[in-house]
Structure formats: C-alpha cells, structure tokens
C-alpha cells in the first residue's frame, strides 16, 4: 500500500506528481505529501486526509518554490504512527537535505533507531520510514554520493521497500530502491518518472522498467542505470505498459464503483471469446502449463487468496470438486502462511489476487513454491509480483479496476476458476461432455443476463433505500451461494460502515437467530436448485423472528408472497453459475446504500486497495 510517484525533467514536476498521486488513492489516501527539488533546497509539503488537502497547501504556495523540474510525491496506508501531517511522507534527517517516500515496512527500525538516536538523530514522527531518512542520510555523509549512500543503507534494512530519494547536493537524480514492494521507471523523452503503479505514469509513456527485488536505480533526466544487490550495473528490459489512459476515466458513472459493475458483461464477454467457441467445444486453456501427465498426477488443489479473492476461491472449491473431482481446499493467505500445510509436487497450489501485490498471498505462494507445488496463478495484473512466481499464469484481464471494492474483478476470477474447472474435467474426464456442455451454455449466456440486471435497477434502488438506515445486515445462502452471501455481506460493510454478515443459512438456527428482530434485514439467496427448499425453510424461521426479509431469487414462487417483505427477480440460471448474477445484485445494492448514506463509495475509510504489507 502506499502510493509513490517521482518526476525529474522538464515538466513542472508537482503536476506531475500530484496527477500521479490522484491515479494511486486507490494504494492509500490517509496523508500525502511531496518534496520539491528547488534551488539550494527541497521544498516539502504534507497534510493529513485526502489528497485535494494537499492539493490545496500547495495552491497557495509561491510560484517560485513549486516550479521545479524534479520531486516526489506520496499518498498514505498508514501501518507504523497515525494519519497526520507529521507522519505522512516525504520524511527527512536533520538537517533536512536529504528526502524519501516509501512504501513498504521497514521491520529492524526498533533496532536501527537507538543507534542512530545515540548519533544525535532526532526523530519527529512515529514512523519506521524516518528512521530510513536518517540512516541514508549518515550513508551520504561517509560516502558522499547519494547511490552509494541508498546501497549501502538498504543491506541495513530489514522488511520490505519500494523508496524515491532526494539529496538537495545532487538536484539532477532521484534514488530509487525496491524489495518485495512494487516500483517502475516509466521512461521518457528527457524526462523519467517513477510510480508504485502504471497509472501514475501512463498518461506521459508507454515505456517502462519493472525493477526487481533488491535492485536500486539512479534516474536522471535523460539516464536511468540501474544496479543489482551486488551494486553491479545491470541492464532491465524496457517494457511497454499495458493500459490506455483511457481506462482511468469514469466514462459518465458517478463512480467508478458503478462503472466497473456496468463493465461486467463486456468483462466476461472477453475471457469467453478465446477461451470458449460454443457449448460443443472444448475450453481452450493454453495458460495452464501442465502436461496431461502432469494434470492426471494432480490429486489435492489447494485455493490461497485474501477478501474478495478468498470468495471467488470458495466458489471456485464448489465448481472444482463438482466437475474434477479433486479435493479442494481454500485457505485464507495470511493463516496459510503461519502453518505447515500439507503439499508436494502433486498439489495445484491457485494463488488468486486482483492486484497479484498482496503480501499476505506472496508469501504463501512462496511458501508452496518452495514444496515443488505446481503454481497457478489467477490475477488482472500479468505484470505483478504474484504472476512472476506462477508456473501457470491466467490473467484475468478485466481491466484496471480503480476503486476500492473489488467489483468486476471478482466475476472475472470466478470465470476463470468455472473454466479452470472444465478444462481439469475434461483432460480427466471426470464429468461427462452432456454435462459440461450444460455448464458452457450457461456460463456463455452469461453476458446476456448480467445486461437484463444491469439494465433495470430500480428495484434494487428502492431496496436499499428502504434499507439504507440499518445498522446490521445479514446475508444467507447455501451450497455454491454461501459464498455469495459472503461477498454481499463484505461489499457492504466495506463501503457502507454496516455490520453485515454471512452465513450458511442452516448455521443461523446454531446462534446467530438470537439476533433476529423486527429491525434486522436478513437477505436470503435462493437458486432453484437442490437446496432450494431448504433455505425457503430457513427464511420461514428468521420471519418467524420478525426478521425483514430480502429475497434475491430466479424463480417465482407463490410461496415468495407471504414471506418476503421484498424480492428481486434475476434471469433464470442454473445453480453452479448463478454466484455470477447473484453477485451483480449485492454489488449494486451495497453501492446503492453506500451512496445514500452519502459515504465515500470509491475510497473507504481505512482501506486501500493492494494491501502490500503482511
Ligand atoms: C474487497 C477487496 C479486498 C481484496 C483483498 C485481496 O473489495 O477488494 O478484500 O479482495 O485485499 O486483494 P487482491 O485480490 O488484490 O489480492
């Protein structure tokens, strides 16, 4: 998290990077800052909050101290001191020559701070970054050149780093240094950028340098050298960057929330065109990179990812056992990672991320790596730290997703597991043609149905309306639904400040009941389907606790009548891919009542959306 943005050349360079930093709010928004290079000294302003705070500090500044040509810029996740003006970054030393923005966690800086402090530091914020600031800057007085200061700072520092650093002694260079925290130069013209994301940089350049783990880069206006951990000059390849800048507007949604869920059907409409002709044909998954040895030895998959991710792999557990028979189990990233779980070189390890950044799945993907588990990797980043550790890579391909909550990604993953599924199935033959057939049809008139909800959500307007001023929700469903209710519950408490939870709907007889009153929304999904009776007797017992109840269903029902207060009616589709359509309806209503309530639907309060820290 964090999001770092540095310019040097012939642009005003705090256009530059304030533009840079409104493209990264989605990395953090709780404090922002920039440093300036001007003449004989760097310039540094910061404010606590959003980013047009700062944006404002900076409009009542001289012209002549902000018109510089080279700077960096930072925009907040706190981990280490509270949001404020004196924690956000860039931090300095004392004497204040020396500046840096970081994102990362520096794990030693307990340790490195009393030395430095018995130095004559004196540190002013609660942050490990400051203690970096002073380390470097005791580096540069020793050996008097700011690359040698960074080299030899960062094999002091323990944790993980992406940094941009300043010397007010050396106007013409930006330091940056990465490991296990995104950073790339976009290259231009007499001019260099840096950013911890495409974004910030693709509206100035299509070209880019990924730099790896441990190496730092000198970026001057017209060079950028770059040297490995043993400081030896190395030579990266010059990538191009995958997006249009067109990808970063809202094309007319109020939100860019709103306009991700509208993307939806065009989202699905691209992952099935290559992947799969018609009902006949079989899935084409050149991605996956086991032989048909290999996938026949396969006997345990094991499903590692965190939030919105972990719930398209819950579903993607239901599909998988249901057509390829092979056990499944899904583990949240961050529990995966502290246990000695059981896997060898013949487990599927499936790591899925939105951002392929996540720390917490990183580390658990390693972890597996290290057991000779084949890796697959489900993520829209190709470009990402995730994706470089995958045996098999399957992009997802969804295009950027800009706001916080996790929308069309999420229908983009469970595409890929429903076609993952069936190419397994089919290379072992473990489900029949007739059936799988069944499944493509369904999952190919998916686009279809998604624009039938899309196109009329009066309903599910109305619905959240009348709802808007609950203070818990609860969500319940069953079978390959129960993670549905999941997501529903952590969309809305995500971005509406609502308590809402999801259960199994035959749990709720097992304690959560005891919550149930007339004030409660209970919000049943019910699929027809082999458990369709089942969940209606579930929601006979909650109205029989007074419960309000909301029913997302696609069958009609004589029996719905008396039993729901409100009811909204999607195209009818099988049960297996119905957390597809289902979805859609929660998505929209968790942005409806967000937006009622008047919250801030793009950039919730204490969230940010690559979560790069463990
Ligand atoms: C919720 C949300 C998060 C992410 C989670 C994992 O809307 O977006 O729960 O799903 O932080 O992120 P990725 O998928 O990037 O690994």
């Known amino acids: 998290m964090c ?42 302003y910061k404010a606590a909050g959003k980013l047009n705070n700062l944006k404002e500090i900076i409009s009542k500044q001289n012209e002549a101290d902000i018109n510089t040509h080279a700077g960096i810029g930072h925009t907040r996740w706190a981990t280490h001191g509270m949001p404020s003006e004196i924690n956000a970054h860039p931090h300095t030393c004392n004497c204040k020559s020396l500046v840096i923005v970081h994102n990362g966690i520096i794990e030693n800086y ?197 939030g919105t991710s972990l719930h398209a792999g819950l579903v993607g557990k239901y599909v998988i056992e249901e057509l390829a028979k092979i056990p499944t189990d899904v583990e949240a990233s961050s529990e995966y990672i502290y246990r000695n779980t059981i896997a060898d070189e013949n487990t599927l390890v499936i790591g ?46 969804a295009g950027i997703e800009v706001s916080v909550a996790a929308t069309k990604s999420y229908i983009a993953q469970l595409l890929s597991l429903y076609l993952l599924a069936i190419y397994l199935a089919e290379n072992t033959n473990k489900t029949s043609s007739k059936e799988l057939s069944e499944i493509k049809k369904e999952l190919l008139s998916l686009p279809s149905k998604l624009e039938i909800i899309l196109n009329d959500t009066k309903k599910v307007q109305e619905i959240s309306k009348k709802y808007s001023n609950s203070k818990d929700f609860i969500f319940i469903a069953r079978g390959i639904n129960y993670p549905s209710a999941l997501e529903g519950a952590l969309k809305l408490k995500e971005i509406s400040y609502i308590n809402a939870t999801g259960y199994p709907a035959g749990e709720l007889k097992h304690g959560p009941i005891a919550m149930l009153d007339n004030t409660m929304p209970v919000l049943a999904i019910l699929n027809k389907g082999t458990v369709y009776d089942k969940i209606l007797s579930n929601c006979e017992e909650a109205k029989a606790r007074q419960a309000r109840l909301i029913g997302v269903t696609n069958l009609i029902d004589e029996k719905h009548k008396n039993l729901f207060d409100d009811l909204i009616l999607i195209p009818e589709i099988s049960d297996m891919v119905s957390p597809a359509l289902n979805i859609t309806v929660l998505q929209l209503l968790a942005y409806h009542i967000s937006e009622y309530l008047g919250k801030d639907v793009d950039q919730p309060r204490n969230l940010a959306k690559s979560v790069t820290v463990e």
Do not use: W
């Open 352 to 397: 899925i991320s939105q951002s392929g950044e996540t720390a917490d799945t990183i580390t658990a993907i390693k972890q597996a790596k290290a057991k000779n588990s084949h890796i697959a990797i489900i993520t829209n980043r190709k470009d990402s730290a995730m994706a470089r550790l995958a045996d098999s890579l399957l992009p997802i391909n």
């Open 110 to 306: 307990k340790d490195l701070k009393p030395v430095l402090e018995k130095k004559g530091s004196k540190f002013k914020s609660e942050t490990d970054t400051e203690v970096a600031a002073h380390l470097i800057a005791y580096e540069f007085e020793e050996k008097k050149d700011l690359l040698k200061a960074v080299q030899s700072a960062v094999k002091k520092l323990k944790g993980a780093y992406a940094f941009s650093v300043m010397h007010k002694t050396m106007p013409d260079r930006i330091i940056a240094a990465r490991k296990n925290a995104p950073l790339i130069i976009g290259v231009g013209e007499g001019e260099n950028f840096i950013a911890s994301d495409i974004p910030a940089v693709i509206e100035y350049t299509k070209k880019a340098i990924y730099l790896s783990d441990n190496q730092v880069a000198e970026i001057k206006a017209d060079s950028v050298k770059i040297y490995d951990e043993n400081d030896n000059l190395i030579q990266n390849k010059v990538e191009c960057l995958p997006f249009e800048p067109v990808a970063l507007s809202k094309m007319g949604y109020k939100h860019y929330m709103l306009k991700e869920i509208h993307e939806q059907p065009d989202v699905v409409r691209n992952i099935l065109t290559d992947k799969l002709k018609n009902k006949d044909a079989e899935v084409v998954l050149d991605d996956v990179k086991l032989t048909r040895e290999q996938l026949k030895k396969i006997n345990r998959i094991q499903i590692i990812a965190c």
């Open 3 to 44: 999001g770092i943005v540095g310019y040097i050349g012939k642009r005003k360079a705090v256009e530059v990077i304030l533009k840079g930093l409104s493209h990264l709010e989605y990395r953090g928004y709780d404090s922002a800052g920039v440093a300036l290079m001007a003449k004989d000294k760097i310039n540094i």
